[in-house]
């Protein structure tokens, strides 16, 4: 053990003695590995050089040359990685080369030459593959690992390297080293230093070149460096680096007092703002506000008010200039008033404003986006502010599911009244030609007729009727008829279907034939009938009040006598029948179960040929039916295969549209003086009723429209832009449900597309649309990214702002609400020509100081001293007067050391000649004295200090 390391001991003494100091005994390793490699190589040279001359069998010379040289090539690349700064695994790769590139060694010396390039099995290239992969590895740490994870890598940690003390890497301000080095005779012995961070620069360096340049220039002028002894207060200019001049004002012990709020361009400024704080300072006033305060302003011989915290920081300013201070002041307490009984008013997407009319006599309400543009206005006015609000609470639930419809496209309006449902035509010129006669009870009947009568319109004849005309119409496959009158009255009508038109006709001309010969026949009750069948035999039957066969003789008798003798039988059975003897056709007046009365015409056969379509309330109304069948028993008979126009006059001409079925389901809105205008106007009806779409619109409807100019105009964003609008572009209205106008947009749009996405995002905004008024004056949130509040009057006038913005909503409305707790008890300041003003900083820790500050509130001074209340800094600023009032003023041309009072204690600063802080002391001692002489310290030993870099 103890050979071994005296052969140890010796290496390194001849590494030290020949090399220099290693910096680890991998260092020393790797070098002696590479000489022996290096002999070994020569050796296996010479021995090829020599053997090949001189031995006889070249084989073994090849292969015993071969083998030295190659392993002294091996040991050779293991010294050379050892020698790198390479890390473990680099080193441990290294050796795995070295043990496989070893074998590819020892395998040559086996196989060759009897398995070697075309002898035996050939195992050459196996042998070189094993040799070549064990080079490559240890060839490619030696080439890669130094620049992949070399001396400054990231991801492996340095080893065989002393770690820095906390203290020379920054992270401590004081510890203890080791410090290791020879003695005399050449041995190593070590200390223990006791380290302690003095001073720290102010400023980092992105470079290490400039870190020593900075460093340098310290040394250079730290030991001529010179505390400022002063025998009393001084201010202390100086120009810094940019040529902008500052001050500080310092006591005779070099402690700094204040310093300047702010920087001059020259000399001059700098004196100036001295000589108005040695002027104003001593005398200065000092201001202490309590929650907020208002302060006043001359700029340009106008006046404004401002509120202002405790902090002196701005809450609110005034918008309108006052002619003078006490207007201003006026201003000021009317806007306390104001801003607590204001609305705030935070618009996502629409409100409703009522307003007044100019007037003072009506009221109307208009709809504004989130930017307080008008969007819409009602055309309508009301008596009071309550009637609009109610009209305004009606209308909103409506227009949020209203329909929107187009002007200048025919319409079918469907809509309720009361109970039931209407529907009216509009054509494109937005008037009202057609509706439906009578009240239905559902939409699905509204929607019907509508198709109706866009189906049957077109083909549809035009007809007049003058008192009264047959019609024979069909029903499916057959055909019915019917006499109507010029009111669409039926006084007659077929009782059983025909096969066709003619067939209708034939039996209408029956009916003329035998209701003319026909008798008035009358009963109350059941009645015996005598009469002859076809065939020319007679019969008998006993019918009802209702024409309904009660019996029948159920034989043909040859004569009268012998069918009256057979019905006599039987009307001893019925003895309140009425006996009826018909020759010819007859009219029966009868009466129904519910006491209704009615005709019928029964041919002399007994056979129903037409009855009364209706029933009357008495005998007499039924007989009058009757005779409306007799007056016009020969007017005209027409075919009504197709739906009509049946034109009318009513001291102007009307229409009403009527299906084959004798069912009205379109009448006429407009009237016509005379029937060819009602004529000529028909086609239009029907191009509006087969294009129309069915609309379903409550108490208010949306109407888009094409205009042809407006007031003003929208972008595709919805953005108004003022400016007059061209042809084309549109606009839209509101729509009740009696199609008059009750309000109208305030803007025109682009195209189509873009004012149906305005109104659809109207009616999307409408449910939590905020229906406000502005009596004195409202509190709006503006912005998009930043959020401020403005109060306004009912004009839009803003009377106030928000001296700042905020970056959400939820800030601004506390904004608003802390102006609301501080601007009615808000007191009064006075800015003089100069006043103190004491404030606390925003750290964690709350510290006082105060400044000095004109009468524009622009910081001259401030003192750089902190406290623990602010009744401290009040009792700290009473002396500074004094210092102000007796200070001189210094310009310093070179570097020096400043003394400063800290938080928790003394610190010492190093200011070169243009104010800028070279270094300062790491920590703050106890007492002035100590803080100096660790000053002194320092400027003893830092001249003579060496540098070291740490990473």
Request: hydrophobic share 40%; net charge negative; glycine share 8%.
């Amino acid at each position: 053990m103890s050979g071994n390391t005296g052969f140890r001991t010796e290496l390194f003494r001849l590494y030290e003695h020949y090399v220099g100091d290693p910096d680890s005994s991998k260092d020393v390793y790797g070098y002696w590995l590479f000489i022996v490699g290096y002999i070994a190589g020569a050796a296996g040279v010479l021995l090829y050089l020599i053997g090949y001359a001189t031995v006889g069998d070249e084989h073994f010379v090849i292969r015993v040359s071969a083998v030295v040289a190659a392993s002294g090539l091996v040991f050779g690349l293991l010294g050379f990685v050892l020698m790198l700064p390479v890390r473990r695994r680099g080193i441990q790769a290294s050796i795995v080369g070295t043990l496989v590139a070893l074998v590819g060694v020892g395998s040559f010396g086996v196989v060759y030459p009897s398995h070697w390039r075309g002898y035996g099995e050939d195992l050459g290239p196996e042998v070189m593959g094993v040799f070549t992969a064990g080079i490559a590895v240890i060839a490619g740490v030696a080439a890669l690992i130094p620049v992949v994870t070399g001396q400054r890598g990231m991801f492996v940690e340095e080893e065989g390297v002393t770690e820095e003390p906390p203290v020379m890497t920054g992270d401590a301000l004081e510890g203890a080293q080791f410090a290791v080095f020879r003695d005399e005779a050449g041995d190593w012995k070590w200390h223990i230093l006791h380290l302690e961070a003095l001073a720290g620069s102010e400023e980092s360096a992105t470079t290490r070149p400039q870190t020593e340049e900075d460093i340098e220039r310290v040394k250079s002028q730290i030991g001529s460096a010179g505390l400022m002894e002063l025998t009393t207060s001084a201010f202390r200019l100086y120009e810094r680096r940019d040529g902008q001049w500052q001050w500080t004002l310092m006591r005779e012990d070099g402690s700094v007092v204040a310093d300047c709020g702010n920087v001059f361009g020259d000399r001059d400024g700098a004196e100036q703002s001295v000589s108005f704080l040695k002027d104003r300072g001593p005398e200065a006033d000092v201001i202490d506000i309590e929650g907020a305060a208002f302060t006043y302003t001359n700029e340009r011989d106008d006046w404004f008010w401002q509120l202002l915290d405790e902090d002196r920081n701005s809450l609110a300013t005034s918008e309108v200039a006052a002619p003078t201070q006490a207007d201003a002041e006026d201003a000021a307490v009317d806007f306390a008033e104001r801003f607590g009984e204001a609305r705030l008013l935070a618009l996502e997407d629409v409100g409703v404003e009522l307003r007044e009319r100019e007037s003072g006599e009506d009221w109307y309400w208009r709809f504004v986006d989130d930017t307080d543009e008008e969007i819409a206005a009602s055309t309508v006015d009301f008596d009071s502010r309550r009637d609009t609000e109610d009209a305004v609470e009606a209308l909103l639930p409506e227009l949020e599911t209203a329909s929107v419809t187009v002007a200048g496209e025919p319409t079918y309006e469907l809509y309720t009244s009361g109970e039931s449902w209407q529907w009216r035509l509009v054509d494109d010129t937005e008037r009202v030609i057609a509706r439906n006669p009578e009240d239905l009870s559902a939409r699905s009947d509204a929607t019907n007729a509508t198709d109706e009568f866009g189906a049957h319109v077109q083909d549809a004849d035009i007809v007049e009727i003058e008192d009264a005309a047959y019609e024979t119409y069909p029903v499916g496959e057959e055909w019915h008829w019917r006499l109507v009158t010029e009111d669409r009255d039926v006084v007659a009508a077929s009782t059983d279907p025909h096969e066709d038109s003619e067939a209708a006709a034939e039996a209408i001309s029956r009916v003329r034939e035998q209701a003319s010969q026909a008798d008035l026949i009358e009963f109350e009750n059941a009645a015996f009938q005598v009469y002859e069948a076809d065939t020319g035999e007679w019969r008998w039957r006993l019918i009802d009040e209702d024409g309904n066969v009660l019996a029948d003789s159920g034989e043909e008798h040859t004569s009268r006598g012998d069918a009256a003798e057979a019905m006599m039988t039987l009307k001893e059975q019925a003895p309140e029948a009425e006996l009826l003897e018909i020759d010819t056709a007859a009219f029966e007046l009868f009466v129904d179960d519910e006491d209704r009365w009615g005709w019928r015409l029964i041919d002399e056969a007994g056979k129903l040929v037409a009855e009364d379509p209706s029933t009357h309330p008495t005998r007499g109304a039924a007989r009058q039916a009757m005779n409306r069948l007799l007056d016009h028993l020969e007017t005209d008979v027409r075919t009504m295969e197709n739906a009509i126009f049946q034109t009318y006059v009513e001291e102007d001409w009307h229409w009403r549209f009527v299906l084959p079925d004798g069912e009205t389901i379109a009448v006429s809105e407009t009237t016509h003086p005379t029937r060819d205008e009602l004529i000529e106007s028909l086609p239009q009806v029907r191009d509006a009723a087969q294009t129309a779409r069915d609309y379903t619109i409550g108490d208010v409807a949306v109407q888009i429209r094409e205009s042809g100019s407006g007031s003003g105009s929208r972008n595709g964003n919805g953005n108004g832009s003022g400016s007059e609008s061209a042809s084309g572009t549109w606009d839209w209205r509101l729509l009740d449900r009696d199609r008059n106008e009750i309000a109208e947009s305030a803007f025109s749009y682009e195209d189509r597309e873009t004012v149906i996405g305005a109104v659809n995002s109207l009616k999307n905004a409408v449910s939590d649309a905020p229906i406000f008024t502005i009596e004195s004056a409202i509190i709006r949130l503006t912005g998009d990214d930043q959020w401020q509040w403005e109060l306004v009057d009912r004009d839009r006038n803003v009377l106030a702002s928000a001296a700042g913005a905020q970056s959400t909503t939820d800030e601004a409305i506390e904004a608003v609400e802390r102006v609301r707790k501080l601007a009615p008890a808000a007191g009064r300041v006075d800015f003089d020509v100069a006043s103190f003003e004491l404030f606390a900083d925003d750290d964690e820790q709350e510290q006082w100081r105060w400044r000095l500050i004109d009468e524009n509130g622009r910081t001259v001074a401030e003192g750089v001293e902190p406290h623990a209340s602010s009744d401290a800094a009040r009792d700290a600023l009473e002396p500074v007067r004094g210092l102000i009032g007796d200070a001189s003023i210094l310009e310093i041309d070179g570097v020096s050391f400043e003394l400063h009072t800290a938080e928790d204690g003394w610190v010492w600063r190093l200011v070169d000649e243009h104010g800028e802080r070279m270094a300062e002391s790491t920590r703050a001692y106890d007492s002035r004295t100590d803080a100096r002489e660790a000053m002194n310290a320092v400027k003893n030993h830092a001249p003579e200090g060496w540098i070291t870099f740490t990473e």
